[in-house]
């Protein structure tokens, strides 16, 4: 089945400490997202890339960083976690911009320590 | 700007009845597209329905229905007969069409607690 996979779903990490957290898509979808959500939140986008084009959110602190080496992958990289950071990171995939629909994937629990 | 409003933060039912979850939304575009996402204990983000806002036709899935009405800037969501895995927060998004947008603008979620 085609799915977008997140690896790990669970990291623990130290403050400070540089964390990468990993999503791939089997989809061949144009678009990948990256997504935090906090406890009890909806979940607020971080950047997106469309092919190899970086699009990132005004606010996205610059402590988060993101590559994308081919089609298939797409890695989130935490400079400096800090204790705010904890959080569910979501991976989604569409097609094209805008209004196609977005699939996520299971997400990672980041916790800092 | 765009924004989407769930005033129900949290609805408990027991097996068996319906619920519907509300969301309101707010555009200045004459083209947009709406979603509802379920987000289970697990964490993951499940797609459930997209709809453009040309297609006033309500839809129903299984147990599932929406209602969209543009007049009241609305699109319910039914579900009839819950059951316990139906237990989720489920959240409507609100996406614009114009060029440059690529965010999907999330309502706050509703959590439903369905009772055995």
């Known amino acids: 089945d085609a799915m977008v996979i997140q690896n790990p779903r669970y990291q623990v990490t130290q403050f400070g400490k540089p964390v990468t957290l990993s999503c791939s898509q089997t989809l061949n979808h144009n678009v990948m997202y990256w997504y935090q959500q906090k406890s009890s939140q909806a979940p607020k986008l971080l950047f997106h890339y469309y092919d190899k084009d970086f699009n990132n959110e005004a606010d996205t602190p610059d402590n988060f960083q993101s590559r994308r080496p081919n089609t298939s992958f797409c890695f989130l990289d935490i400079r400096s976690p800090g204790l705010g950071d904890a959080a569910m990171y979501l991976c989604?995939?569409?097609?094209?911009?805008?209004?196609?629909?977005?699939?996520f994937g299971p997400g990672t629990r980041l916790t800092v320590l | 700007a765009q924004k989407v409003t769930q005033a129900q933060t949290e609805i408990s039912v027991v097996e068996k009845e319906d619920v519907t979850l509300d969301c309101v939304y707010e555009?200045?575009?004459?083209?947009?597209?709406l979603f509802w996402y379920k987000q289970p204990p697990s964490g993951e983000l499940v797609f459930l329905i997209r709809?453009?806002?040309?297609?006033?036709q309500n839809e129903i899935s299984g147990r599932y229905s929406w209602n969209f009405q543009k007049s009241t800037s609305s699109f319910n969501f039914t579900i009839t007969a819950s059951q316990v895995v139906d237990s989720a927060v489920y959240f409507c998004a609100l996406s614009e069409a114009r060029a440059g947008r690529r965010a999907l603008t999330f309502g706050s979620g509703t959590r439903l607690q369905v009772q055995p």
């Open positions: 555009t200045r575009d004459t083209t947009y597209y």
């Open positions: 709809r453009n806002s040309f297609d006033e």
């Open positions: 989604a995939t569409s097609l094209a911009i805008s209004t196609d629909t977005q699939y």
